[in-house]
């Protein structure tokens, strides 16, 4: 991973589908390089594009953080089988006052019963469940920007999305989406940079019908695409999952606030026993002493942190991960030494 990876990178960041000529008039290199720059980063698993359906907009689920205390022989196995659940959507190993902490969503309020009674308790080894319903997200990791371009770039960049990467209020009623659309999501899923060819051949229907659906549903706010990068790859190992109270009045402020840091992955409202909860990434220890001191210390309203440091990534974004060693990921093409 060298300097050019991590300007590659933030571009996918900035805008998942851009071409190879948009993210090469970024970082300042030529088309050529980036054309095979871009496939290494995706073959290697370092990096992922994908395109997600918006639960909050189409109201198909809703979301909420649990954090769990295990036996110290347990946590392991707890977590690896929590990350096989279809309703988890992240799963991390911590060190804390909690040992496993997790997104998970849920249908309704039978199925949160479910969850919450029957399914997190009856995990080997857990002692102890507490969870947090996700009320506003004031950001995600849609529009995460780690400063690995200059924000005019990224502001650039962004410009030429047609999916929302910000945070917006839900629309009045939930659309209803076709077979067809249904079929184009769920093969963005899978790889949210396919052409319009190859994703129509997917979907029999054609491209033009294929891209008109597709674009319509991402200036609807209902498919947003994403690219998926552990902090670690781009240099910011020191991942952490925050849990905080503030006072009611100042929340809203608070999660501005945080939203708009390069180190906040995410940052939502929840209820529960902490109502503003977020994952955070850092390049080092000293560098996260300054973030808690300088940013979460001066919070308006704040009245309790809690801090809970990643040990391991089970599970993001949907995805089961193995363990990978950062140094290792990624191969290099020498072609790249001399463009």
Known sequence: MDELDRRVIGALLAHPRATHAQISEAVFTSEATVSRRVPRLLRSGAVRVIGVMDNETTRRARSLFVRLRCRPDAANRSADHLARWQESGSVKLVTGSVDCVAEVSYASNEHLLQVMFEQLPGLDGVLAVWSNQVIRRFSTPHNWNPSLLPADVVDRLRSQRIDRWDEQAPVDAPPRLSPLDEMIIASLAVDGRLGWQPLADRCGATPATVRRRTEAMM?????????????????????????????????????????????????????????????????????????????????????????????????????????????????????????
Do not use: W
Not at 222 to 242: D, Q, S
Not at 252 to 273: E, F, K
Not at 307 to 335: E, F, N, T, W
């Open 219 to 339: 200036a609807a706010g209902l498919l947003r695409m994403r690219t998926v990068v552990e902090p670690g790859v781009v240099g910011l190992p020191v991942n952490a999952f925050i849990s905080l109270n503030v006072n009611p009045t100042q929340l809203g402020q608070a999660g501005a606030l945080l939203a708009a840091h390069p180190a906040v992955l995410m940052i939502a409202a929840t209820t529960g026993d902490r109502n503003l909860c977020g994952e955070v990434a850092l390049e080092s220890d000293r560098a996260l002493y300054d973030f808690l001191s300088a940013t979460i210390g001066q919070l308006p309203g704040l009245q309790h942190a809690d801090v809970a440091i990643a040990l391991r990534s089970v599970k993001r974004a949907g995805k089961v991960l193995p363990p990978i060693s950062i140094d290792g990921a990624l191969g290099r093409d020498p072609a790249d030494a001399d463009l």
